[in-house]
């Protein structure tokens, strides 16, 4: 079964990037089949889809963060990542991995929590 | 853009059956696939639910999903509640660009 984790630093200052790396095992990120996405849920708050990068690499962004959002795959190390540029205190969240078979999540990571603070 | 309206919380007791109801705002619920995931504390979340109705392999048949296009709302039933179902559930679908909407989430209380 496929199992994903999320990595990176759990404190950014603001203004910076914030960086995140998720690394999947139990199944080729490389197949072209399946969709790659993050989703983050800010304390307190419900869910909100930051975008998905399929197996091909083309991109879908949430429009409210497009401007600030990177998404790519390394299929050498069968990883993902994602990179939001000049971060505020909103982006303050715990960060999920997925993949799914469609632009959905199928399977989660059990998420990551970034802060963003000086 | 339209929304996806979950209630904030429902209690129910083990053994019985909870209904979790998804009211979409504007446009047919019927024109996008609706899935529905469970967030437990201290475990990856799972989905529940995905294309409306269908459960991923190791989901209980306890679990089951529709969509009311009367009401324009999409729904989770648990039926033999157990307190390991006590956790937070929440909604998802699609707008025309693809681009995910999520409901606000629903605590399950099984007391």
């Known amino acids: 079964q496929v199992q994903l984790q999320e990595s990176g630093p759990g404190l950014v200052k603001p203004s910076q990037t914030l960086s995140l790396t998720c690394t999947v095992s139990?199944?080729?990120?490389?197949?072209?089949?399946?969709?790659w996405s993050w989703i983050r849920q800010p304390p307190e708050r419900g869910l909100e889809w930051v975008g998905y990068?399929?197996?091909?690499?083309?991109?879908n962004y949430n429009p409210s963060l497009k401007s600030r959002v990177t998404m790519s795959l390394d299929p050498s190390k069968n990883q993902f990542s994602l990179k939001l540029s000049s971060v505020t205190s909103a982006d303050t969240a715990v960060y999920y991995c997925?993949?799914?078979?469609?632009?959905?999540?199928?399977?989660w990571g059990p998420g990551t929590l970034v802060t963003v603070s000086s | 853009n339209f929304m996806l309206t979950q209630p904030h919380s429902v209690s129910e007791s083990p053994g019985k059956t909870v209904i979790i109801s998804c009211t979409r705002s504007s446009g047919s619920v019927a024109s996008n696939y609706v899935q529905w995931y469970q967030f437990r504390p201290g475990s990856s979340p799972t989905t529940v639910i995905y294309e409306d109705k269908r459960r991923p392999s190791g989901v209980p048949d306890r679990f089951s999903g529709s969509i009311d296009t009367s009401s324009n709302s999409a729904s989770l039933s648990i039926s033999g509640l157990k307190t390991e179902d006590e956790a937070e559930y929440y909604c998802q679908s699609f707008d025309t660009n693809n681009f995910l909407v999520f409901g606000g989430g629903t605590k399950l209380t099984v007391v």
């Open positions: 139990g199944g080729s990120i490389s197949s072209g089949y399946y969709y």
């Open positions: 990068i399929s197996g091909i690499g083309s991109t």
């Open positions: 997925a993949r799914g078979g469609a632009p959905r999540p199928g399977y």
